[in-house]
């Protein structure tokens, strides 16, 4: 994965509480990018801002499609964090 040198520092966050046991490489990569451009000034929230300020390489369908099609457990990723 290509990452900048901050989506290192957010991908070890996401290791430490041990999420890399309850989900795959894709949405832990994903939740990379999305925390990247949520925490950039000027980040409105919409999908479209979400790939263009965090550099996302895929196309924002392919966000949507993880957002409304993944099957990850939600409660229990709020529990861990």
């Known amino acids: ?5 901050h989506h290192q520092r957010i ?3 996401f290791m430490t509480p041990g999420l890399a046991l309850d989900f795959s490489k894709p949405v832990i990569k994903h939740l990379v990018y ?16 979400v790939r263009y300020w965090s550099f996302h390489p895929n196309h924002r369908t392919t ?5 409304t099609k ?3 457990n939600e409660e229990k ?3 861990k964090l």
């Open 70 to 72: 993944s099957p990850w």
């Open 63 to 67: 966000l949507s499609h993880f957002f």
């Open 34 to 49: 999305l925390v990247d451009a949520l925490t950039t000034k000027g980040c409105s929230g919409t999908l479209t801002d």
């Open 11 to 13: 991908h070890k966050f």
């Open 77 to 79: 990723l709020l529990e």
């Open 1 to 5: 994965m290509n990452r900048l040198a």
